[in-house]
């Protein structure tokens, strides 16, 4: 229950904190404030961290920034800003992929149309079973392959 409770926590100090490397360092500091008030008084519950921590947890990720020193919170801040452009440049690629589809499906009406080629033969009057159709195709492709090779040594 107090895994349970501190991981709720720290899922609401998250919006407080401007990137992952400060959710980080903030789950390190209230591990070890959790810690130090099981160390000192074994039978504490969650309540007593929290106590130690602040009245919110929004508002103990903020007194966690503050004490913070300035090149810290400069570069987390600046990691915080890359997070939300790559995010934002994801979403817009994936926005730009369904449009793409979509137009593709309005342009074509939805069918993808494949040209296909079809040569009918007459056959003459005769009926010819299966096997014999198989033996003349296998003789049509032999001969259009003597062909191409006449063409190609010529």
Known sequence: MFDKNLNSYLRAANT?????????AFARYVNEVAQ?????????????????????????????????????????????HRQKRT???????????????LAFFVVTKGILIVNTETTYTDLGEQQYTPEDLDELANQVIEQSKKEHENDENS
């Open 16 to 24: 407080a904190l401007p990137c992952g490397a400060a959710r980080i």
């Open 36 to 80: 130090d008030v099981l160390r000192n008084a074994p039978g504490a519950d969650f309540a007593a961290v929290t106590e130690q921590l602040g009245p919110t947890p929004r508002q103990a990720a903020e007194d966690f920034m503050e004490s913070q020193p300035p090149e810290t919170l400069a570069r987390w801040e600046a990691e915080g």
């Open 87 to 101: 995010v934002i440049l994801a979403v817009g690629l994936a926005i730009a992929a369904l449009a793409a589809a």
